[in-house]
Structure formats: C-alpha cells, structure tokens
C-alpha cells in the first residue's frame, strides 16, 4: 500500500520560501509510471493543482504560480518537494502530496493526509 | 487562463438522483479533457470517484457515474445516501501538462 506523508514547517514569514518533503513508502518513485504532485486547498476553499515532477526530474506547473514554484524530487530518498517562494498570506493552505498515473487517463491516487501551512509574521 | 466551474452547491433527498456538471469558461468538455472526479469530507484528503470521463475508481459502489453531458462533465449520482454528503471536485487536463480544478460542489443530502 502506497503512502505519502507531507512534512515541513506550519508556519511561514512573509516574503521566505514556502518548504515541504513528501516522503513515499510501499513504492518507488524511480519505478516510473507516476506523476508526484503538490496539490492546495486554501481555508474552506477547492483544490488547486500547483505541479507535478517525473523521477527523471521533468516537471509541470500551475501557469499561476509558476514563477514562484520549485518541484524536486530525491530518489535515494524517495521524497520529493515544494517550494513556493515569496509567500503572501494568499499561500495560507492545507498542502497535500498526491501521485497520478503518468497516463492522462489516470487520476490522483493516493494522496498524504495534508498539512496545514501558515503565512504569518 | 481556463477557469472550470462547478455548481457551489446542490441538494438531493435521500433515495434520489442528482447530476452535478463540470464546465469550461471557454469551449466544450469533452473526453480530452480525461475529467475525473473526487469526493471529499471534512479534514480528509480528496478521494477519486470516477477518473477518465467514465471509469469508476476500485471499491466505488456503482450508483456513481461519470459521462459527458452537452457540453459538460457529468457526476451522476443515483439513490443517493446520507453519507454521499460531501463536496465534489473535478479536475480537467488542459494540455501541457496542465491540470485544473473546478471550484467544487458542496452537496446537501437531504
């Protein structure tokens, strides 16, 4: 059984860099075959893709926020991560680490439990 | 940039059926666009419902469904229940790599 986990600080300045690690376990992100994502919901709000990242290290970004989004990923580690940088209270959000099929015609699986990040001073 | 909208919200009585849609600001929906589906409560991450217009995700009962309707993705949702209340997302592919979430549908069974 895959599980994804969000890690990283709840709370941010204004202006830093937003950074979270989504560990993997019961799968190989150097297996191929998936997408790893970074996914947000502002407070009572929907979702909003913000990108993914092949293991090869390709990545795909929200046009929105593409300016300000890094995804990486560490196979030996099997983690990938986000950063978001010049963070406004706008980026206030519960940020969830999901994994789609490499296919178009696949969805997002498995998904972490989503953890709650703060931009505040 | 393509904004996906969703009805805010619906309602259903229990034992009924309710079809929620899935729009483009600007075009049609069609299976290109490979819609999917997630239902989601409270404090929970989203779970997927229906995936490629049409295909329902291992372990979801069959009184979901998925189809294009006009110009529109589609969730039908037949003999609903007390816990099919939930909010709904679909998401729809862009091109390019591109996904976009609609702003969801909260749904009062009721």
């Known amino acids: 059984q895959v599980q994804l986990q969000e890690s990283g600080p709840g709370l941010v300045k204004p202006s830093q860099t937003l950074s979270l690690t989504c560990t993997v376990s019961g799968g190989s992100i150097s297996s191929g075959g998936y997408y790893w994502s970074w996914i947000r919901q502002h407070p009572g709000k929907g979702l909003e893709w913000i990108g993914y990242i092949y293991y090869s290290g390709s990545t795909y970004y929200n046009p929105s926020l593409k300016s300000r989004v890094t995804i990486s990923v560490d196979t030996s580690k099997n983690q990938f991560s986000l950063k978001l940088s010049s963070v406004t209270a706008a980026d206030t959000a519960v940020y969830y680490c999901a994994r789609k099929g490499y296919s178009y015609a696949s969805d997002f699986d498995y998904w972490g439990q989503g953890t709650l990040v703060t931009v505040s001073s | 940039q393509t904004v996906v909208t969703q009805e805010p919200s619906f309602s259903v009585s229990p034992g009924g059926t309710v079809t929620l849609t899935c729009a483009l600001s600007s075009g049609s929906v069609s299976t290109s666009y490979y819609p999917s589906w997630y239902q989601q409560t409270p404090g929970q991450a989203p779970r997927t419902l229906i995936y490629s217009t049409n295909t329902r995700s291992s372990g979801v009962p069959d009184r979901f469904s998925g189809s294009i309707l006009g110009n529109k993705a589609a969730l039908t949702i037949t003999g609903a229940q007390a816990d099919d209340e939930s909010d709904y997302y679909c998401?729809?592919?862009?091109?390019?790599?591109?996904?976009?979430f609609g702003g969801g549908t909260k749904l009062t069974v009721l």
């Open positions: 998401v729809l592919y862009m091109g390019s790599g591109i996904w976009v």
